[in-house]
Nanobody, 124 residues
Framework: VQLQASGGGLVQAGGSLKLSCTASGFRLDDGAVGWFRQAPGKEREAVGSISIRGGTYYSDSVKGRFTISRDYAKNTVYLQMNSLKLEDTAVYYC???????????????????WGQGTLVTVSS
């Protein structure tokens, strides 16, 4: 299984970006997909997740601004980021947990596969 996050870039505060997570070798709708980020000098933190049933979960810091969705035909999961803030600057990663069942969406160890990150830089 290979995951790839893409769509990062430079955006002004208040702007929007849409990140994509694509997979080869696995159907993303056969598992849960999480989004994590790591800012310079900080630990990696969970942003949100979409479960195998389509339920979505978000950290308090992004709730109401970020939305996770799936495109089944494209085998892609998206992270729509609106009203971006300076503190959203980070490398964003997507991760895959194979299979269904309950899971602690914010824990890195729940996920079996990780993609390379994509850098999001929010400027003032």
């Amino acid at each position: 299984v290979q995951l790839q996050a893409s769509g990062g870039g430079l955006v002004q505060a208040g702007g929007s970006l849409k990140l994509s997570c694509t997979a080869s070798g696995f159907r993303l709708d056969d598992g849960a997909v999480g989004w994590f980020r790591q800012a310079p000098g900080k630990e990696r933190e969970a942003v949100g997740s979409i479960s195998i049933r389509g339920g979505t979960y978000y950290s308090d810091s992004v709730k109401g601004r970020f939305t996770i969705s799936r495109d089944y035909a494209k085998n892609t999961v998206y992270l729509q980021m609106n009203s971006l803030k300076l503190e959203d600057t980070a490398v964003y990663y997507c991760a895959l947990k194979e299979g269904g069942g309950p899971y602690l969406w914010g824990l890195s160890v729940e996920y079996h596969h990780w993609g390379q990150g994509t850098l999001v830089t929010v400027s003032s």
